[in-house]
């Protein structure tokens, strides 16, 4: 409890806000996922057809856990990913800047949420680096299947690498 403390008063002071997570969870998980397949062409591109149906799958996969905030950059490839997560958790979708991703670290271990990070080929590995203090290998622009879980077990973090292809999907 006290590395939580600690941490939560040190975000706290750095993001000018007040320690609302001492009376949060002592474990919690982030789900780190790039964004789903997209068009070709232009700078902010639909999701393709396997990208929608992606989606499909990760809103099934999610459906069955605890998720209590959902966070996408703002372009249609990633708002377009984390909207029907958000929309089965009943949840409102809130924007990052990738521009601030330290700031994002930040408020995800201060708020100690579940939460989803929809992010880029390059964001998500670079969050999970920065959340779980652990190297995240480069992610190449034609990798869609990867996800990590970044685990607050107590006085731990662990981050898991997951291939989404092998996920369990619960409806």
Request: charged share 25%; net charge neutral.
């Amino acid at each position: 409890m006290r590395y939580w403390k600690t941490l939560c008063i040190a975000a706290a002071a750095m993001l000018g806000v007040a320690c609302q997570s001492l009376n949060a969870p002592d474990e919690f998980q982030i789900y780190l996922i790039r964004h789903a397949e997209k068009q070709t062409g232009g700078p902010d591109p639909e999701l393709s057809a396997a990208g929608l149906a992606r989606v499909e799958r990760l809103r099934g996969w999610l459906a069955s856990r605890s998720i209590d905030a959902v966070y996408s950059s703002d372009y249609r490839r990633t708002r377009d990913t984390a909207a029907p997560i958000a929309e089965t958790h009943g949840l409102d979708l809130s924007l990052y800047d990738l521009q601030r991703l330290e700031l994002l670290a930040e408020r995800l271990v201060a708020r100690r949420q579940h939460a989803v990070v929809i992010g880029h080929s390059n964001t998500t590995p670079a969050l999970a680096s920065l959340l779980s203090g652990q190297p995240a290998e480069p992610m190449d622009e034609s990798v869609y299947n990867r996800s990590y879980i970044v685990h607050f077990d107590r006085d731990r973090v662990r981050m898991e690498v997951l291939n989404q292809d092998r996920l369990p999907v619960h409806r």
